[in-house]
């Protein structure tokens, strides 16, 4: 499987990128590595006295948020003062385009990343290929008091093969001030919004940022629809029949359903629609053009750190599916790192990861806003995030209840066909669900095709 992988993705870049791990390399300037101060910490082991031979530690990661940056930053500083032979190269790339293409040329080169970021049942050719280490026995993991259904999340074929750190979860986030001044209350049904947002139009405020230049949007739009209806029918091999093909999209009810009430938050869309990512669409946000935003918590830093110096205040509510009440968030391990047994510096990776989940994971937590897994708290953290790990404890579902998830392949199709979807409804000339999931399917059928052969 991974050498197929590795074929494309080989075909898809240019030329091969090396990257700076514990065997060596050099960078690569086509992607955005932090530079976090090799001369100096080298300064710091000399005059230390070290601890060993120097080493570079390559973290592989998808964080594209700049607090998310700064955190890993802040904790990779903190660890090279008990570590000084330590030194750290950060590569990112987009999750939705580049990621896996650019792991895998990464991986096929030999200069092979330390620390990969990722949920392990989502990149299962890394299993397959022994690119992940298996951390089942680890006794930090053990006693971080995870849920099983969380360490699912970080798992694959029954063993855990990632340090869980955080959780995400989406929803509509909105302008405190706006709905105020506006006399709006929060919808607690799918009626009330409906017309909580002809109130808001009705006003000539735009009721949505649309971000649809994001591919995941579409996903985690519809994903708190899916996975409650799908755990309701006893569904928790979905994804996994899905996979097989023995089953297709248009066997769950629930998808045209998941479609129906996303339409109604595409009610009204703006001209950015289709052009905002999540940078531009958190500015559209917190600059007040539009009273609400769905997005997830993975970006409260950011709307914290792009509203200082403001009087912008901003809150979350879960979206109601239904006049039942049957919302329930939906929750996923988000920050999740694999460490590749393969690497020279397997070892300190491991106690890097360790030290994150450990003695720095407040430090995480209050730099980011992002909860931990472990529901550990802090008064640093904003009441939203607060909130939302309350949420997660008492009304929630965790994806990790699924047998399978999706894998990347698959993710990639249901996105990309979802945003068609958009584009279609945005731009005044929507298809119908059926022409959706037929579309979708489609391509899934292509991957079990090709995988089949």
């Excluded at 700076?20 to 006295?49: H, N, R, V």
Aim: glycine letters at 8%; a negative charge.
């Amino acid at each position: 499987m991974l050498k197929k992988s590795l074929a494309i993705g080989l075909s898809v870049v240019m030329a091969a990128e090396v990257l700076t791990g514990c065997s060596g390399g050099s960078g690569t300037t086509e992607t955005k590595a932090a530079d976090t101060g090799k001369t100096e910490a080298a300064s710091e082991a000399a005059t230390e006295g070290g601890s060993g031979e120097e080493k570079t530690l390559t973290v592989f990661h998808y964080m594209g948020q700049s607090v998310k940056q700064q955190g890993l930053e802040k904790l990779e500083e903190e660890f090279k003062k008990t570590h000084p032979n330590i030194t750290f190269e950060n590569i990112f790339y987009n999750q939705g385009t580049d990621y896996f293409p650019q792991l895998s040329t990464a991986l096929a080169s030999g200069e092979q990343p330390d620390i990969i970021m990722g949920n392990p049942a989502t990149y299962p050719d890394l299993i397959e290929n022994g690119y992940a280490m298996d951390l089942t026995d680890n006794d930090v993991i053990k006693n971080l008091n995870v849920s099983p259904e969380d360490l699912n999340d970080a798992s694959a074929n029954g063993k855990v093969y990632a340090v869980p750190i955080d959780f995400k979860a989406s929803g509509f986030f909105y302008n405190v001030k706006m709905f105020k001044e506006n006399g709006l209350e929060l919808p607690k049904t799918l009626t009330e919004f409906d017309q909580l947002v002809e109130t808001l139009h009705s006003k000539g405020i735009d009721p949505f940022i649309d971000l649809y230049g994001e591919g995941s949007t579409g996903d985690i739009e519809t994903r708190g629809i899916i996975v409650p209806r799908a755990v309701a029918a006893g569904d928790l091999d979905l994804y996994e029949k899905l996979m097989s093909g023995e089953k297709k999209l248009t066997d769950y009810d629930y998808m045209d359903e998941a479609l129906s009430v996303w339409d109604k938050r595409m009610t009204y869309p703006r001209m950015d629609a289709m052009a905002n990512n999540q940078d531009k669409a958190l500015e559209l946000f917190v600059t007040g053009q539009g009273a609400m935003i769905f997005t997830g918590n993975w970006n409260i830093g950011e709307m914290l750190a792009k509203s200082e110096g403001t009087d912008f205040e901003f809150d979350f509510f879960l979206p109601p599916i239904d006049d039942e009440g049957s919302a329930k968030l939906c929750t996923m391990v988000d920050q999740s790192f694999m460490v590749n047994p393969n690497s020279d510096c397997a070892e300190e990776a491991v106690e890097f990861l360790e030290y994150w989940v450990t003695d720095g994971a407040l430090t995480w937590s209050e730099t980011t806003m992002m909860p931990l897994i472990t529901g550990e708290s802090s008064d640093k953290l904003l009441p939203v995030v607060k909130s939302m790990a309350e949420l997660k404890a008492n009304s929630s579902i965790s994806q990790g209840i699924f047998t399978k998830p999706f894998n990347t392949e698959f993710v990639n199709a249901w996105r990309k066909g979802l945003i068609s979807y958009a584009e279609s409804v945005c731009t005044g000339k929507p298809m119908t669900h059926e022409e959706c999931l037929n579309n979708i399917q489609s391509l899934i059928d292509d991957i079990i095709a090709i995988s089949r052969k």
